[in-house]
């Protein structure tokens, strides 16, 4: 039976103090199931990066919690925490965030650096991600020559390298025209069905958000309702 790889119970992420405080998600209670494609979708505002954010532990919950596979997230310290995060999620962002000064190998492997892998075997393992990609000539590029969707490519060869559990989205194709978007998209769902990657996207698009097998519809910090099922 499938298993919940993250739970949520009442999380509520309140920004500001006083008279600036602002409640950006109002207690949200939901499950993402391992292997499963769920989009967040919603209005500008509705608080869909700001769930994205608690769900990958970027930031903490001003009340709730968050479960990672059976395991409550508050109770790790700051060390396991981010081992945890580095560990098992792999994250593609509309900006990129390719660190410009270093070459396509080097902002790929990142994630095995930080991990206190030997640097032979991160490049052994950045150039067998890059060739999956199709990427493996660029390895020695600045990251600053490549193309928008070969920039993509390289981070989705970053999110891949640690082998995630869980691959978080946001807006990946929003800087991209709709061609090199679709090939992301495709890189993006394929990753999911062959290797059973739970993907998470937080789009507008919603020719994206209907290729997901669940959608959160996010409204003034909640979830409004849930649907199902791919669109043809
Ligand atoms: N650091 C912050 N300080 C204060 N308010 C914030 C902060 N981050 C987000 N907010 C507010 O929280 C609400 C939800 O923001 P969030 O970025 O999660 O929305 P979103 O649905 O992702 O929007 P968009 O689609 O425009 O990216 C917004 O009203 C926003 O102004």
């Not at 998600?25 to 509705?46: D, F």
């Not at 900006?95 to 052994?124: D, H, Y």
């Amino acid at each position: 039976m499938a298993s919940p790889v993250l739970e949520t119970h009442g999380l509520v992420k309140t920004y500001g103090h006083a008279e600036s405080e602002f409640q950006a998600l109002k207690g949200i209670t939901t499950q993402i199931w391992n292997a499963e494609s769920v989009a967040v979708v919603g209005k500008s505002g509705s608080g869909k990066s700001t769930l994205m954010h608690l769900l990958a532990l970027l930031d903490a919950p001003t009340q709730g919690s968050i479960v990672l596979s059976g395991q409550m997230t508050s109770q790790l310290g700051a060390r396991e925490f981010s081992q945890l995060r580095n560990e098992t999620f792999g994250f593609v962002f509309q900006q990129f965030f390719l660190n410009p000064q270093q070459t396509v190998l080097e902002n790929v492997t990142l994630p095995l650096k930080i991990a206190g892998v030997s640097k032979a075997e991160r490049n052994r393992r950045g150039m067998e991600t890059l060739e999956q990609l199709d990427m493996a000539e660029k390895a020695k590029n600045k990251a600053t020559t490549l193309s928008g969707g070969q920039k993509q490519r390289a981070c989705i060869a970053r999110a891949l390298i640690n082998d995630p559990t869980v691959i978080f989205a946001d807006e990946p194709t929003g800087n991209l025209d709709t061609a090199t978007g679709e090939i992301v998209e495709d890189i993006l769902f394929d990753l999911h069905a062959r290797r059973m990657i739970t993907l998470i996207v937080v789009t507008h698009d919603e020719d994206l958000a209907a290729k997901c097998q669940r959608r959160l519809i996010m409204q003034d910090g909640q979830i409004l309702r849930e649907e199902r099922g791919v669109t043809p």
